[in-house]
């Protein structure tokens, strides 16, 4: 997998146009990279795909962690953490593209200066006021905070799909904001019935 696809306009979430604005195709899946993954930094990843149209795709890899805290993130931005709770949240791996941008995936689909819905109760925000909320009423009810995100250019994770790359699989709003990191993974498989030894045998999409 190469992750290609960035914004023109780093300010923003990507964002595409024109048939983009209707077509969802996988938009709000969940993509489990298959076994044979060949990019070592997609292995075992469960991506939530934000966008997926013909002008491309993008998504947030949703269960891995890394070793900065919320807290952490929060001193690199000059930003004041209120929430004691939240402080010791790890920060996620979202992807390869912009690693040194944060990019918030939350619940509801509140909009903010830079918000992409994604659908009725989620989105996902890049700008800097969604984490100055965070302590206060304002402050989303569920969300995860990841630095980066995976991108692909038109056409390309639909060839990956065919490649047997990645199996896709209906997102689940438990497993994205309730579930601890390394359950998410497994869970998602179960909504199939199936585990991830037994992967190599499925199709590359469900």
């Known amino acids: 997998m190469t992750a290609s696809r960035v914004p023109s306009d780093e300010s923003e979430v990507p964002k595409t146009s024109g048939l983009a604005e209707t077509a969802t195709w996988l938009r709000g899946h969940f993509l489990v990279a298959m076994p044979g993954m060949s990019d070592p930094r997609f292995a075992r990843s ?40 939240l402080a010791g949240q790890p920060v996620l791996f979202g992807g390869p593209v912009q690693l040194d941008r944060a990019f918030v995936l939350h619940k509801p689909a509140k909009p903010w200066q830079s918000t992409m819905k994604i659908s009725e109760d989620i989105a996902l925000t890049s700008s800097k006021d969604i984490l100055e909320s965070i302590g206060s009423e304002t402050a989303p009810k569920s969300m995860l905070v990841a630095l980066g995100y995976a991108g692909w250019v038109p056409g390309q994770l639909d060839n990956e799909i065919l490649q047997n790359a990645w199996l896709s699989v209906p997102a689940d709003d438990e497993i994205l904001f309730d579930l601890p990191f390394e359950e ?13 030894d037994r992967l190599s045998d499925v199709a590359g999409h469900a």
């Open 46 to 85: 469960l991506i939530y795909l934000c966008e997926h149209s013909d002008q491309g795709a993008m998504g947030i890899v949703v269960n891995k962690p890394t070793d900065m805290s919320l807290a952490t993130l929060f001193e690199r931005v000059e930003l004041a953490n209120t929430d004691t709770e």
């Open 184 to 196: 998410r993974l497994p869970a998602a498989l179960a909504k199939l019935g199936i585990g991830f």
